[in-house]
């Protein structure tokens, strides 16, 4: 007699139980990472469990940012070349990703978005071979303004995750509205790129 609804509760609950306990053990990473899962089983915003879970993401980050304190901070440049070292891409579409080439299509809407970002533009120019790129994506089932307020707060906690380690010491938040086809459907979605670098060109 299970509802549809019912294993996505449980497993919400499991993974919010899972993010309580690594918050207390002082392990903010994780507890942020739990946290994020919880969203996805249980993915209604401005429910009040959704809104909970949202405070404590919030909360986890802020003992990260006092922990990180202790570490050589991290500048985050709003203008400027990065020299880079490591490009982290992600995808918030509204369509889901076919598993088999997502990657391709993450990369494909990366490039595009590149006509919207001259000095991005300007830094994938620059990368050696040494730079390491990471790809990923994220499925968010809303359109318009709806999709841009929950990107917002996942986008957030990505870029936030990231400034987490202390190298490299320079990073640059680059994000783009797009529209792109995924099996002769059109998706409609926001990229984030994120830089990291140890100096300016």
Request: aromatic share 10%; net charge negative; hydrophobic share 35%.
């Amino acid at each position: 007699m299970d509802t549809p609804e019912k294993p996505s509760y449980v497993k919400y609950q499991g993974m919010k139980k899972l993010g309580d306990r690594a918050f207390s053990a002082g392990q903010y990473e994780k507890a942020i990472e739990c946290y994020e899962k919880a969203l996805h089983y249980f993915n209604i915003p401005n429910h009040p469990k959704y809104l909970s879970v949202l405070e404590a993401i919030k909360e986890a980050k802020k003992e990260i940012a006092i922990k990180s304190d202790h570490a050589q901070p991290k500048s985050y440049v709003q203008d400027g070349i990065i020299k880079p070292l490591a490009i982290h891409i992600r995808l918030y579409s509204n369509k889901q990703l076919p598993n088999e080439n997502w990657e391709k299509i993450v990369l494909r809407v990366f490039t595009a978005s590149l006509d919207n970002h001259p000095q991005l533009s300007e830094i994938i120019n620059l990368a050696g071979e040494s730079c390491e790129t990471h790809s990923s994506w994220e499925y968010v089932p809303y359109n318009d303004e709806a999709l841009r307020g929950v990107v917002d707060n996942r986008g957030q906690t990505f870029f936030e995750a990231l400034l987490a380690h202390p190298n490299p010491k320079l990073c640059r938040l680059f994000s783009s509205d797009v529209a792109f086809p995924v099996c002769e459907q059109q998706a409609q979605g926001i990229i984030v790129a994120v830089v990291f670098g140890d100096e300016l060109a």
